[in-house]
């Protein structure tokens, strides 16, 4: 592996459950909701979004096998959160309220 001593991964500021939209690549525009999150990879899996179809062989839990469509990971760079109140993505950010750290939306300052 040609990792540097000092490659720490960056810390994704989305958790699974959130909803965002996808702001690049073929689902552009696109909104769901987290059901995954890989933060070694920074990839999410994202509802209804990014699907790609998968061959599967016969085995005895699936009898059939065939071609089966299900999400595929999206790095977390080409989504954005989504605030519900405003109705438009905004970028997350972390503030420090008495011990713990918060995540707060960065255009009204409400807790997320």
């Given amino acids: 592996m040609n990792k540097k001593i000092n490659d720490k991964p960056r810390r994704m500021r989305i958790k699974k ?3 965002v939209v996808v702001i690049s690549g073929q689902d552009k525009g696109k909104k769901g909701r ?3 999150a890989f933060p070694k990879t920074q990839k999410l899996i994202i509802e209804k979004v990014n ?5 599967s062989r016969p085995t005895q839990q699936n009898q059939k096998g065939g071609i089966i469509e299900k ?3 999206i790095h977390v760079s080409n989504v ?6 405003l109705g438009e993505k905004t970028k997350p950010v972390m503030k420090k309220v008495g ?3 918060v995540r707060v939306c960065k255009k009204t300052g409400d807790e997320i």
């Fill in 17 to 19: 459950g959130d909803t």
């Fill in 34 to 36: 987290v059901l995954k």
């Fill in 51 to 55: 699907f790609i179809k998968k061959h």
């Fill in 71 to 73: 999400e595929a990971p």
């Fill in 80 to 85: 954005q959160l989504f605030n519900e109140k």
């Fill in 99 to 101: 011990d713990s750290r």
